[in-house]
């Protein structure tokens, strides 16, 4: 059974600090690891996908990583801003058919 | 146009009611989903509509009834809910790529925040 756990469950950085969130999986056989933000009460939108052949994938000051043999994944934001402060949710698609499976999330908060 | 639209944002209902959430998208997207998510929880997914045919259920209760009129409306009628079942109701849609087998990222609707009592 596929559980993903993210690490840590908060965090809090001042404005302009790079850091790292951590995304981990215990099934290996994924087609693709996806980020998402959330912002309180909304949606969910769609950052990163990094496909299972994929080492890495980048978008602006986001860079996420995918390590499937270690069922890890992390998600880089560098010089982080205000407008970073949401909850990140890592996801894996474990069928191809974009069946996907939350993680726990990170709610990060960035003081200004 | 990349967006998903969900009516109503908010909707409180008595356990004896009938409702419908509606789900909308204009993206040409051959895949919809609707996720069921409880505060400080992760989404979780309930049912998948693929090409407008049911491709996935998550063992939902049968109060739960989705239905997909054609490609762009998703919608998911409720009936003798709970009060367990209160949560932020999300749906999605999502397009095939290329080859047709594996599907892009999902674009998701703000969300239909319902209450039970």
């Known amino acids: 059974k596929q559980e993903v756990t993210q690490i840590p469950a908060a965090l809090s950085v001042p404005e302009g600090e790079n850091l790292v969130l951590n995304c981990s999986f215990t099934?290996?056989?994924?087609?693709?690891l996806q980020w998402f933000r959330q912002d309180p009460g909304k949606g969910l939108t769609s950052l990163l996908l990094i496909q299972s052949s994929q080492r890495e994938q980048t978008s602006g000051r986001l860079n996420a990583s995918l390590d499937k043999s270690s069922g890890r994944s992390t998600l880089y934001i560098a010089a982080s801003q205000p407008g970073d402060s949401a909850t990140y949710l890592c996801?894996?698609?474990?069928?191809?058919?974009?069946?996907?499976?939350f993680g726990t999330g990170t709610r990060l908060t960035v003081i200004p | 146009d990349t967006e998903v639209t969900q009516t109503p944002k908010h909707l409180v209902m008595g356990m004896t009611n009938k409702k419908s959430l509606k789900c909308e998208q204009h993206?040409?997207?051959?895949?919809m989903y609707w996720y069921k998510q409880k505060a400080k929880k992760p989404p979780e997914l309930m049912f998948v509509y693929s090409y407008e045919k049911l491709s996935i259920n998550e063992s939902v209760p049968s109060r739960f009834s989705p239905e997909c009129p054609n490609s762009s409306l998703l919608n998911l009628h409720l009936h003798a809910l709970q009060p367990e079942d209160s949560a932020l109701y999300l749906c999605a849609s999502s397009q095939p790529m290329g080859g047709g087998f594996h599907w892009e990222t999902q674009y998701f609707g703000p969300g239909t925040r319902l209450l039970v009592l």
């Open positions: 099934d290996s056989a994924i087609y693709n």
């Open positions: 993206m040409g997207h051959r895949a």
């Open positions: 996801a894996v698609d474990r069928t191809g058919a974009n069946n996907l499976f």
